[in-house]
């Protein structure tokens, strides 16, 4: 080796972003878990929306540059992370593009839970 590794902010910079590369990309949050109390007291409907819904935003995370999430995301979709789950899920699942086919049903079961936010209440005007 010609120059040492510690004397060069190119070499270290090279080195980096390679070992960046090679390191899978960590997902900033874990989607929230659902307890086993909540399973109980939810419709398999409101369950079914918040796993897809919960996959989605950590797809979206994964993609996005680390330690610029938030703000990429905020500038992205235009919204919040924090306050994404306070929408209607009918707003988010346009929002997050999301396609699926139980959800995307105007008529099936989900109709139920289209006007009802992430943890199942109704959601706060100010959002929507």
Do not use: C, W
């Amino acid at each position: 080796m010609l120059v040492s590794p510690g004397k060069s902010s190119r070499l270290r910079e090279l080195r980096e972003r390679a070992m960046a590369m090679k390191q899978p990309a960590a997902v900033a949050e874990q989607p929230q878990s659902i307890g086993v109390e909540a399973d109980k007291t939810m419709s398999p409907e409101l369950l079914l929306a918040r796993r897809v819904i919960d996959q989605r935003l950590a797809e979206i995370e994964a993609a996005l540059p680390v330690g610029k999430q938030r703000r990429m995301f905020k500038i992205r979709y235009g919204v919040e992370l924090e306050q994404i789950r306070d929408l209607p899920i009918k707003r988010i699942v346009g929002l997050l593009e999301i396609v699926h086919p139980q959800l995307n049903n105007p008529l099936g079961s989900m109709k139920r839970i289209a006007e009802l936010n992430y943890n199942g209440a109704e959601p706060n005007n100010s959002l929507v």
